[in-house]
């Protein structure tokens, strides 16, 4: 592929790119080295590089240490996860602000995301096409996360839909409760219960409940306990 005729518009994506992130202390998270070292390059000159790792645990010290403004991490590293690093970081630094770089979005836990309150989401096929430039003037603005648009295309694709009911329901399969003991704390009748489970049954395209819960969490509709 020749992108010379792209070199003029990539030029003017990284000065905006610098001047989003010009002085904010930055720590990145990255499973391969020669990319953080890629990454870190790149950032020199406008943001404060503060520290640069390849697994969860070295990542929370230094967010713990250097109290940096910003976290870069990808969803995997070599040890622990980046989901796991951002919930940790936000422990330590509520206010910290943070840019998960997604690169299994088809297994990829969207409703623990959510919860954790990643900031921007993308793709990491998309990085080269200014999505990443995208997410960092959305970070500008408090608010709702951002979520690359080919994110959630894939998210659409592989999720069934449920209902808010049905969504309620699956989240109390998860727990020892039995079908009626559910059904009471639900405030529904007994056979209404048992009708919204085929629903997600045929939704999700199980035979049991031990299989909707186990589907359930490989779709990032609910968190492992």
Not at 16 to 27: H, K, S, T, W, Y
Not at 173 to 180: D, I, K, R, T
């Amino acid at each position: 592929m020749d992108c010379t005729t792209q070199l003029g518009m990539l030029r003017e994506r990284r000065q905006r790119g610098e001047a989003l992130l010009a002085g904010q202390r930055v720590v990145l998270c990255s499973p391969s080295w020669p990319l953080l070292v890629s990454q870190s390059t790149a950032l020199q000159g406008s943001a404060d590089v503060v520290a640069a790792c390849t697994t969860e645990a070295e990542a929370a010290r230094h967010v713990q240490q250097r109290r940096p403004q910003l976290l870069i991490s990808h969803d995997q590293l070599q040890q622990g996860s980046g989901l796991q690093l951002v919930s940790r970081s936000k422990q330590i630094q509520p206010q910290l602000q943070t840019l998960l770089i997604v690169s299994r979005p088809q297994h990829f836990p969207w409703q623990q995301m959510l919860s954790l309150g990643v900031d921007a989401a993308c793709s990491s096929e998309q990085l080269g096409r200014g999505v990443l430039l995208r997410a960092l003037e959305h970070l500008q603005e408090e608010g709702t996360c951002f979520v690359d648009p080919a994110l959630k295309q894939v998210n659409a694709q592989r999720h069934p839909h449920l209902s808010p009911r049905q969504q309620e329901v699956l989240e109390g399969l998860q727990s020892q409760h039995s079908l009626a003991e559910l059904a009471h704390e639900l405030g529904l009748a007994h056979s209404t219960l048992k009708g919204y489970v085929r629903e997600l049954y045929e939704k999700l395209e199980v035979p049991s409940r031990h299989l909707a819960v186990r589907k359930g969490r490989q779709l990032g509709l609910l968190q492992a306990d």
